[in-house]
T-cell receptor
Framework: GAVVSQHPSWVICKSGTSVKIECRSLDFQATTMFWYRQFPKQSLMLMATSNEGSKATYEQGVEKDKFLINHASLTLSTLTVTSAHPEDSSFYIC????????????FGPGTRLLVL | RKEVEQDPGPFNVPEGATVAFNCTYSNSASQSFFWYRQDCRKEPKLLMSVYSSGNEDGRFTAQLNRASQYISLLIRVSQLSDSATYLCVVRTDKLIFGTGTRLQVFP
């Protein structure tokens, strides 16, 4: 299957700092990338959907000014958590779709964020 | 009411046992249905799609009842490596994940 990578795999930061997470599709062109968040013992929740070259579409309740998404190329999307706070500590997972079979999403390994 | 509901478990079963998980969804307009497997601190991985006619993949059998908005997963001859959390996933205009059912297979 298609391979999606994320970097970093984990990050610990102080409250108030910004954290950038990268999501890359390694062997296919991802026209659409998705960003999810999963809190302990909860389900994955979609945060936003991004299409290459256009603005991301955010789910209700997700602050677009706090979670900045950039999808500048067909193989790279970034999520920046600006001024992170302890309540932002979570498991962030991206997925990518080539759009050929839209419902097939390939998930990255996730980034675990801990904000102190 | 959650869009996708699952019994969180855990289900503790011995090796070789048969175990069944159930899931209900609230949106009758849902288009596609899946079971994913998620290991601890890992990303979810697609186990199988679920079709109205029912489908089987080795030891795994999935069923969908659109009238009842009910999805099931049956695992036969459980193995230690089956221990994981099984996520019921429904697609409307996006993927909606259940919270998962934890399975622990013991020797």
């Amino acid at each position: 299957g298609a391979v999606v990578s994320q970097h970093p795999s984990w990050v610990i930061c102080k409250s108030g700092t910004s954290v950038k997470i990268e999501c890359r599709s390694l062997d296919f062109q991802a026209t659409t990338m998705f960003w999810y968040r999963q809190f302990p013992k909860q389900s994955l929740m979609l945060m936003a959907t991004s299409n290459e070259g256009s603005k991301a579409t955010y789910e209700q309740g997700v602050e677009k000014d706090k979670f900045l998404i950039n999808h500048a190329s067909l193989t790279l999307s970034t999520l920046t958590v600006t001024s992170a706070h302890p309540e932002d500590s979570s498991f962030y997972i991206c997925s990518a779709s080539s759009g050929v079979v839209r419902e097939t999403q390939y998930f990255g390994p996730g980034t675990r964020l801990l904000v102190l | 009411r959650k869009e996708v509901e699952q019994d969180p478990g855990p289900f503790n079963v011995p090796e070789g046992a048969t175990v069944a998980f159930n899931c209900t969804y609230s949106n009758s307009a849902s288009q596609s249905f899946f079971w994913y497997r998620q290991d601890c601190r890992k990303e979810p991985k697609l186990l199988m799609s679920v079709y109205s006619s029912g489908n089987e993949d080795g030891r795994f059998t999935a069923q969908l009842n659109r009238a009842s908005q009910y999805i099931s997963l049956l695992i036969r001859v459980s193995q230690l490596s089956d221990s994981a959390t099984y996520l019921c996933v429904v697609r409307t205009d996006k993927l909606i994940f259940g919270t998962g059912t934890r399975l622990q297979v013991f020797p």
